[in-house]
């Protein structure tokens, strides 16, 4: 979603010395900083970091948390970030908050790629000196933590394909499982942790077609399975699950800004096209729209950079 500046057009020592002088005197010029980061894809970011630290000595993401505040330092220093170290720092943060954000973890495991899932858990135990893995089975218990533990731990087939049979088979384990005289987690959490999302797609697929409900609904109630709901949704369309949490985030009191920064920064170079598409036809306004309404500020203007409105 963020403009790719011609080689011609993009100095990674002219946007340093930019951001240098945005950040001097009485006062932060925080457009002038949108305006530089809003509109620098990855490899350009990482060479304007390096560019600051090379001339300055200092590393831009010191100087930015120096200069700015809030919501807007916060979304500029996750976006300045390469993103297998942003998901470290998020899932870091979601794993140490006074109730756990378990929606941060299954958004890592389950929407990332097999080979950006071990580039965060190598960036997690760089930054942290401890895996991924230990720290989630640390602040989780029971059918949770293996869950949980399950999806993060997986390196899942990234293919299209899947097998028929195998999806009819499974369509029919989980339908013993979960209506058999006691419910079972380990052939659940086996199959949602370890399949491919197609052969994800293709159980649950058989399992509504044989059984004529979607498989989230055959769930009792409970935390347990508010968690799997979660997790099979982001598996199963993680654009509209995406949409989800972003309406979610902007309909909430007050504005969850941590939600929304999360989805639109850890796809804005992904799949935010797709997900802006499904958020419009679901909810009948833009997210351009939804954002300008609920936000305010130079938080508001980073923001709406990133889903290219100052583009239209």
């Known amino acids: 979603m963020t403009t790719v500046i011609s080689p011609k057009q993009f100095s990674p020592v002219e946007d340093a010395e930019i951001i240098k002088k945005a950040c001097q005197g009485w006062g932060t010029d925080e457009k002038a900083i949108i305006s530089i980061l809003g509109h620098r894809n990855l490899f350009q970011r990482r060479l304007v970091r390096l560019a600051f630290q090379e001339i300055y000595h200092q590393d831009l993401l010191q100087q930015l948390k120096c200069e700015l505040s809030g919501d807007l330092e916060r979304a500029i220093s996750l976006w300045t970030l390469d993103p297998a170290d942003r998901d470290a720092v998020l899932a870091n943060e979601a794993l140490h908050k006074s109730v756990v954000d378990y929606r941060v973890i299954i958004e890592i495991a389950c929407s990332r790629s097999p080979e950006d899932l071990l580039a965060v858990k190598r960036a997690y135990k760089f930054r942290y000196k401890r895996s991924l893995e230990e720290d989630l089975a640390s602040c989780t218990a029971g059918d949770l933590r293996k869950l949980l533990v399950g999806i993060i731990s997986a390196y899942r087939y990234d293919g299209d394909e899947f097998d028929e049979t ?63 709901r979660i997790v099979i949704r982001c598996i199963r369309g993680p654009q509209t699950y995406f949409a989800k949490v972003l309406r979610a985030a902007i309909n909430t009191a ?33 997210l351009d729209e939804a954002v300008g309404r609920d936000c305010s500020g130079d938080y508001k203007d980073f923001i709406l950079t990133l889903l290219g409105a100052d583009q239209s």
């Open 166 to 228: 195998l999806a009819h088979s499974e369509a029919t384990i989980l339908n013993h499982e979960i209506h058999g005289t006691g419910f079972h987690q380990e052939e659940v959490i086996r199959i949602v942790s370890t399949r491919s999302q197609a052969q994800v797609n293709a159980t649950f697929n058989v399992y509504k077609d044989i059984f004529g409900r979607s498989i989230t609904k055959a769930f009792p109630g409970g935390d347990y399975f508010s968690t799997l």
């Open 254 to 286: 007050g504005t969850d800004e941590d939600g929304l920064s999360r989805v639109i920064i850890t796809r804005a170079e992904k799949d935010l096209k797709e997900i802006k598409e499904i958020y419009l036809k679901r909810n009948s306004v833009s």
